[in-house]
């Protein structure tokens, strides 16, 4: 997979040809799919581009944090360039870190391992790129021996050498191994380099997305192979709350079967009631300990996990309380966000340009069949967090079809965006989108949870 693609903005905007289109093509969205067969993986499209860029609020807020990271030099100089989640922070300031220092050099690069933080279901590997006269470093996407059956998220493109970056493994049904074998390649950019910028197309940008996406291959500067050990005592940190707590979000029932707490953050567990009419597909909500200690739901990286023989996340993230010394916990669920059962498809009349019914906060601007298919155009009001289309759809005949990319455009001063959906190679008068969403809701009053 080309992380280029797997780490931009999904969209871009179109209504009478808007001027803003020249600029705005953003290639992506390619359809993260889970390594397992039966897994799908909440992933934010904010935080893909972001993943692990999340903290540096940190060492100014919590002064005890900074001084855990001076006693490791290799944590103190993340501290001062990354930031990171509230529960990785805890976890460094509790010396929860595993030091591996393994180094390499290949082809004038070298690639050091310098320390792990893992638990039970999550294993975070920082490392460093080093390489005399380069501007930028960047690891492409690991793999592993034997293959590892989580989410694998990658490094953070394009960095300077000698920034500390990370892979992280997220597993749902097995435990984190014992250890394995991790194999990645490098490519990078040499000080006084500037890529060129691609020749000027002569097609409208319809077209431009109809088309496959292409990008020139990076040159492989060196290959890297890691045997990576886990301590133990970390892999066997975790706890499983049994909380068999029923509770009804907007006339839906649910019941909260477990909470998973981890160093690295904490799950809740939920299933829906069969004669539920729509499919959860978000929380809003917090954790609270004894103190009144609050614990948000996790921003960045995996946030929610779900079945893929339905549509519904049943699985939600939140940071780790794990260090805080919490004798009661409660979550907190002040709203949701829903995917109607009858609305899991979506059907569009391309001839006429009409949808007799789409998301809400979502209208169709047009509809408009060019040679290599046909573009849609959506009107998004609000923040544009994440498609309401998925990259699949459907002709009449059940067939499916993949969209390859999606462009998008987003203004600062609160006006609507646009999404811009192209059907490469579909023909036919009539389609039918899949739905990621139909509607979100706040509640009145919140749904209170004691988990322990």
């Not at 930031?83 to 595993?98: G, I, K």
């Not at 250890?179 to 409208?204: I, K, L, P, Y």
Request: proline letters at 6%; aromatic letters at 10%; hydrophobic letters at 40%.
């Amino acid at each position: 997979m080309n992380r280029n693609e797997e780490y931009r903005a999904l969209l871009q905007e179109l209504e009478t040809t808007p001027p803003a289109l020249d600029t705005a093509v953003e290639r992506a969205l390619k359809r993260h799919r889970a390594a397992r067969k039966r897994r799908l993986w909440g992933i934010p499209v904010g935080s893909l581009a972001a993943c692990f860029a999340l903290f540096v609020g940190l060492v100014n807020a919590f002064p005890t944090f900074a001084a855990a990271c001076e006693d490791v030099p290799v944590l103190g100089a993340l501290a001062e360039a990354v930031r990171f989640s509230p529960s990785l922070s805890a976890a460094v300031e509790n010396d929860y870190v595993q030091p591996v220092g393994q180094s390499q050099t290949k082809n004038g690069i070298t690639a050091t391992v310098e320390s792990i933080i893992v638990d039970q279901k999550q294993v975070n590997i920082f490392f460093t790129l080093e390489g005399e006269g380069y501007e930028s470093l960047s690891a492409e996407m690991p793999a592993f021996s034997p293959a590892q059956q989580c989410s694998i998220m990658g490094a953070v493109f394009q960095q300077k050498p000698g920034t500390l970056l990370n892979f992280t493994l997220d597993y749902v049904d097995r435990d984190v191994p014992e250890g394995f074998t991790m194999t990645f390649s490098v490519t990078g950019q040499r000080e006084g380099e500037r890529q060129e910028a691609a020749a000027a197309s002569d097609r409208a940008i319809e077209d431009e997305l109809l088309a496959p996406p292409t990008e020139p291959e990076a040159e492989i500067l060196a290959e890297f192979t890691f045997d990576l050990t886990f301590d133990p005592q970390f892999t066997a940190q975790g706890e499983v709350l049994a909380v068999n707590e029923t509770f009804t979000l907007d006339g839906q029932t649910f019941t909260l079967t477990e909470a998973e707490v981890y160093p690295t953050h904490l799950r809740i567990n939920v299933e829906g009631a069969e004669d539920n009419t729509a499919w959860l597909k978000g929380l809003d909500f917090y954790l609270e300990n004894q103190d009144g200690e609050r614990f948000d739901a996790v921003s960045s990286g995996v946030t929610a996990s779900g079945e893929t023989d339905s549509p519904a996340m049943v699985s939600y993230r939140l940071e780790s309380p794990w260090f805080s010394n919490s004798d009661h916990l409660t979550v907190h669920i002040t709203g949701a966000k829903w995917l109607a059962k009858e609305h899991q498809r979506v059907y569009v009349d391309l001839e006429q340009g009409t949808a007799p019914w789409l998301p809400d906060g979502v209208s169709l601007s047009s509809a408009q069949r060019r040679e290599d298919g046909w573009v849609l155009t959506f009107r998004m009001a609000g923040a544009l967090l994440s498609s309401p289309f998925d990259m699949t759809f459907y002709d009449a005949e059940g067939n499916a079809w993949e969209a390859r990319q999606m462009g998008v455009t987003v203004s600062d001063d609160g006006q609507p965006g646009f999404l811009m959906l192209p059907l490469p190679d579909y023909q036919a008068g009539e389609v039918w989108l899949t739905a990621n969403y139909s509607h979100e809701s706040t509640l009145p009053q919140p749904v209170d949870i004691p988990l322990k």
